[in-house]
């Protein structure tokens, strides 16, 4: 029996071929469509991350400012005080130092209000970083100890 020997045609190469080319282009022009989603995505997202952004920061910056008022208002009061002790020309010193402690008091109050600490550094060791230092003095205590304060300093809580 004879066998028949079949060559491939060059048609079918070129048609194989063909629909190859067409299903990558196909394929890029799907992930063209997916990668232009993407991009879209992306832009959004860095938008409202800017927006979230600036939106922190004018809430901080209205925090910031009603403290400030919050704080202002609670010390309209202390000017009002001195003022008033000045004005006093009694000579009362009793009713002087009375108008005087009202006054610290309505002060504390503010830096109370405030979040406002006093530091008083007096019995804790001399720290040159926080603390500045006008002489040295005989004590009992520790050396390098805090012994008096004339001027306090006041930090936020």
């Known amino acids: 029996m004879p066998v028949k020997l079949a060559w491939p045609s060059k048609a079918a190469p070129a048609q194989a071929e063909t629909a190859a080319v067409e299903d990558v282009v196909a394929q890029i022009a799907k992930l063209e469509t997916k990668a232009r989603e993407y991009y879209e ?35 309209l009061h202390v000017p009002d005080s ?22 610290a008091r309505q002060l504390n109050y503010a830096f109370e209000k405030g979040k406002i600490l006093e530091l008083n550094p007096v019995g804790k060791t001399f720290d040159p970083y926080r603390h500045q230092a006008i002489s040295m003095v005989p004590s009992e205590q520790e050396p390098n100890t805090v012994v008096a304060v004339l001027q306090f300093h006041l930090a936020l809580r």
């Open 41 to 75: 995505l992306f832009l959004r997202a860095t938008a409202e991350c800017e927006n979230i952004r600036r939106r922190a920061q004018d809430n901080v910056a209205m925090a910031h400012k009603f403290e400030i008022e919050n704080f202002a208002a609670h010390l």
């Open 82 to 103: 001195l003022l008033a002790s000045l004005a006093d020309g009694s000579g009362d010193i009793a009713k002087l130092r009375e108008g005087v402690e009202l006054t």
